[in-house]
């Protein structure tokens, strides 16, 4: 990035309206007519497909805050046409002036909302419209936000003190080509407005300063004539393919310098003004919105099908306004967008007319977006989403405390879930506006067309409170699998150990009920199984009548805490010992930590090699400690070949680093304790927490889990490594 010696003080501004009327000129009155007061069906059908959405509020401390909030489609909930609410991460916002825009993955406009807000209960923020209105596509073609990633390039030294040479800031700005800002009148009103570049969307002037071209547009100015009355301003920059956010504050001043905007210049072409921003505050930070939303991968392109016709929108806006106004041509406008293949011929117009005035503008490489006409993935070696889409059939109480969802298939057709018995499906569902992902292992049989996973309410868990309170017979949501080494082999006919204790029974029923309901498996299955008290056995009456139906085949010994005492080692050495057992037979362990540990000494001391101990550990939610404060570098390869490179956000994990670029990360839990987004290290150096399901010697050989490790280096990862965690 060339520098150039200006003094921000000393460049021209512009201060009144007339002076930037004459620079910009005033709206067509066709283009003030596509605003409308509230949220129409078509505006609530582009909230239900939009994940992400840039939001502009103030702080309690008065400080102006431009971020972006959602991170899944559906995410902002419409209360009537008049309001809507979506949780709110961060400082609270204050009731007041607020203002939006709603990006569709693949498509070039955006729905931009204005409104008021209040709070309400559990962190939600509620808006209350004033105005809506969908905004031409121009900023988000002139960045190429839809489009691949552009290789990493580091920022030149920043000239001077100040927020701007903060760590990684200077990096993101010249990486980041779209950026929201956003602005106050001092009348209660507010504007966020998309702002796009083909390659840098805001120069760095100096360690404090920074300038944005303002090219030619559809003449409204808000932005502009906002800052005449009110200086303070906020934006928040995107990178394609990473899930960071930089966050800017600071004041804003209108210039027409010709120098500077001689700088800005695109093949001789100068924007005919530039903004001028004094930053207070600068810093990079992870975006649970974007990481969550997946933008630039398969999953955010696929969101919830086609996305909304915003042509066809911006017609029935300019149309309805139109009619009430008395203007004659209004029914023209109806009649048209009613013959089908008109909105497709408006879309291509529209395409043409963006590019053309573009080129004309000075870009040589533009073209629109064309994942929102076509449905086609940006991506030339995407592959098809690893999320299946099923339908919650039926729901059965098995304890007060666990329940059973039955699943099926999504679509009419019936497709069976293929898995080995003790296997796990990780469940991925929206909980408050966030992808939530938790795995859960099969109770059912293999090779039906419902699959069946059983859920222990945890005091405290986001997906089993959601699970136990939420879900609904016909909810949809998705599931990621089979994974896991945990299960018996395949046509192994001979006897089974199993001792598990809560919900590890959960895998243990789909090994009994596959056993059993086969006629040539003739191997006796020995069960031994902790709850706490009857009440909370978990499958007690299917266990009671497979037991009688079967007493050659099914032995079950109950233990109940409040009876009995917890599980220790002499009593299940005298259970083991007491078994007709021969040399080879499997033993299965599933439950706590404390209970894997004592029933693995007590088959060691009985002689039973590793090879027959097969242990599922049910370990919690492990979090990853703080990395490094500044964006590392991940590059990626497989046996020593590249995959790819991604740029690791301060207090973001590898694993969504990795996936936010689009890189075929292997993951399934994402909370550290199924071992499938294990990767080996080939260089850097990483933090992650002592108590997860890595072994010793695998962590000696270099081996991380990536959804619950952070960077503190650039690394490098092996994603082609097989070695997996020794779960037996």
């Not at 046409?81 to 939006?100: D, E, H, I, Y």
């Not at 906002?226 to 001043?253: E, I, K, T, W």
């Not at 729901?395 to 009419?412: D, F, G, M, S, Y």
Request: aromatic share 4%; hydrophobic share 40%; proline share 7%.
């Amino acid at each position: 990035m060339q520098q150039h010696t200006f003094r921000p003080d000393s460049l021209h501004r512009l201060t009144t309206v007339d002076e930037i009327e004459a620079v910009v000129g005033r709206p067509a009155s066709m283009i003030m007519r596509k605003q409308i007061g509230v949220l129409d069906a078509g505006c609530r059908e582009v909230l239900a497909h939009s994940p992400v959405a840039a939001f502009g509020y103030r702080g309690t401390d008065g400080t102006t805050r431009t971020t972006f909030v959602g991170g899944a489609p559906g995410f902002a909930r419409v209360h009537s046409p008049q309001r809507f609410s979506f949780p709110t991460p961060g400082p609270a916002v204050v009731p007041g002036p607020v203002s939006l825009f709603f990006l569709l993955p693949g498509v070039g406009e955006v729905l931009r909302v204005n409104g008021a807000a209040s709070a309400l209960k559990g962190g939600e923020t509620a808006v209350d419209v004033t105005e809506a209105y969908v905004h031409c596509a121009q900023a988000v073609i002139r960045s190429g936000l839809w489009e691949p990633a552009a290789p990493f390039r580091a920022a030149e030294a920043v000239p001077g003190l100040g927020p701007l040479t903060g760590p990684g800031v200077s990096d993101f700005l010249t990486a980041s080509p779209f950026l929201a800002l956003s602005t106050w009148d001092t009348d209660g009103g507010s504007d966020t407005s998309p702002r796009g570049e083909r390659e840098t969307v805001a120069r760095i002037l100096d360690g404090r300063t920074l300038v944005l071209a303002d090219r030619k547009g559809n003449k409204r100015a808000d932005s502009l004539h906002n800052l005449l009355q009110d200086d303070r301003l906020s934006l928040a920059a995107l990178v394609p393919g990473r899930s960071g956010v930089l966050h800017v504050h600071g004041r804003g001043a209108i210039t027409d310098d010709a120098s500077l905007l001689e700088t800005m210049a695109l093949r001789g072409v100068p924007p005919h003004l530039a903004l001028l921003i004094d930053v207070e505050h600068a810093e990079v930070c992870s975006n649970n919105a974007v990481a969550s939303a997946r933008l630039w991968t398969p999953d955010g392109l696929a969101g919830r099908g086609q996305p909304p016709d915003m042509m066809a929108l911006g017609s029935a806006h300019l149309a309805a306004n139109s009619a009430e106004s008395g203007r004659a041509w209004a029914w023209l406008i109806k009649l048209i967008t009613a013959v089908p293949g008109t909105s497709w011929l408006m879309r291509k117009a529209a395409d043409r007319a963006y590019v053309s005035g573009l080129r004309k503008e000075g870009y040589a490489d533009v073209r629109a977006p064309v994942a929102a006409r076509h449905g086609k993935a940006r991506h030339g070696n995407a592959t098809e989403s690893p999320l299946r889409p099923v339908r919650i059939r039926e729901i059965r109480q098995e304890t007060p405390t666990t329940r059973t969802l039955v699943l099926e298939n999504a679509t009419q057709e019936a497709k069976p879930f293929n898995f080995h018995p003790g296997q796990f499906f990780t469940l991925v569902t929206d909980v408050e506006g966030h992808q939530v992902r938790r795995a859960y292992s099969a109770s059912s049989v293999p090779g039906a067309t419902r699959l069946e996973v059983t859920v222990k309410k945890v005091e405290g868990g986001r997906f089993s409170t959601h699970a136990h309170r939420g879900l609904r017979p016909g909810d949809r949501l998705a599931v990621r699998g089979p994974s896991g080494t945990f299960y018996a082999p395949p046509q192994d006919p001979g006897p089974m150990v199993l001792i598990a204790a809560g919900s590890g029974i959960t895998p243990m029923m789909s090994m009994i009920r596959t056993r059993l309901s086969d006629p040539a498996s003739t191997g006796r299955i020995n069960l031994l199984y902790s709850s706490r008290s009857s009440e909370e056995i978990i499958f007690r009456d299917e266990l009671t009548r497979m037991e009688k139906n079967h007493p050659d085949r099914l032995a079950v010994t109950h233990v109940l805490t409040c009876r009995d005492g917890r599980l220790h080692a002499e009593g299940i050495r005298q259970w083991v010992t007491k078994l007709p057992l021969s040399s080879s037979t499997h033993h299965y362990v599933c439950g706590p930590e404390a209970l894997m540990d004592t029933v693995q000494e007590v088959l060691h001391r009985l002689g039973v090699p590793d090879e027959l101990i097969h242990q599922e550990r049910f370990t919690g939610i492990t979090t990853a400690p703080t990395g490094a404060a500044a964006p590392q570098e991940m590059r990626v390869e497989r046996t020593g070949s590249l995959v790819g490179i991604a740029v690791v956000e301060p207090g973001q994990t590898l694993l969504d680093a990795g996936l936010a670029a689009g890189l075929p990360m292997p993951y399934s839990c994402t909370v550290g304790n199924c071992g499938e987004c294990v990767v080996r290290m080939r260089g850097g150096e990483v933090t992650q927490p002592e108590d997860t399901c890595l072994t010793s010697r695998q962590k000696a050989e270099g081996h991380v889990l990536t959804c619950v490790s952070r960077p503190l280096s650039k690394v490098t990862l092996d994603i082609a490594d097989p070695t997996s965690p020794d779960r037996r």
